[in-house]
């Protein structure tokens, strides 16, 4: 493992380019602010980055070797989430756990995920759903409600899955 090799922006705001979706949904859920767009030119994913002052995760290594992008980005090694979560725990010091502190965001818009009560809720979801879980969170973007029902369970799971295999795997 080499001694820290990159100096990210703190707090650590990401642009993951176009082949991370998947990965960019589960930095959001873990918190991180990240920037994603699906269909982007090189010259408009370089301009956000600076722009914005993020730290570009990229699957390209024609991208990273842009002069422009020298010392903000991190080349994703690996094909896998839960790979490319290891790289990241390990080169940028992704914690791979959600954090009431830092929150949650909109695994679809990147917003801040906020509460909702209970009463207001009722209305949003099944309603075993609301008999079930007392705590719910909503983007104030698109809406979407989110609670921590068998989805998150599973994250949870992968994240631990992930963290084991990280402590166990080869440094
Ligand atoms: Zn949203």
């Known amino acids: 493992m080499p001694d820290s090799p990159f100096q990210p922006p703190s707090p650590l705001a990401f642009f993951a380019d176009a082949m991370l979706g998947r990965l960019a949904r589960w930095l959001r859920i873990l918190g991180y602010d990240t920037a994603y767009e699906k269909v982007i ?5 370089i301009d956000r980055v ?19 992008l020298r010392a903000r980005h991190t080349v994703i090694a690996s094909d896998d989430l839960e790979g ?9 010091i992704i914690e791979l ?12 818009c990147n917003a801040v995920l906020t509460s909702i009560s209970h009463d207001e809720v009722i209305p949003l979801v099944p309603p075993f ?5 007392r705590e719910f969170l909503q983007c104030p ?5 989110f609670w921590p029902g068998t989805h ?20």
């Open 41 to 45: 030119t090189d010259e408009e994913l």
């Open 50 to 68: 600076l722009r914005e002052n993020r730290w570009l995760l990229t699957r390209d290594g024609h991208l990273a070797r842009r002069k422009v």
């Open 84 to 92: 490319q979560l290891r790289q990241l725990h390990r080169d940028l």
């Open 97 to 108: 756990e959600v954090n009431h502190q830092r929150g949650y965001r909109c695994a679809d």
């Open 129 to 133: 759903v609301a008999q079930q879980y």
């Open 141 to 145: 973007r698109c809406h979407r409600v």
């Open 152 to 171: 998150w369970q599973d994250l949870l799971g992968r994240l631990a899955a992930a963290r084991e295999e990280d402590a166990a795997g080869p440094r």
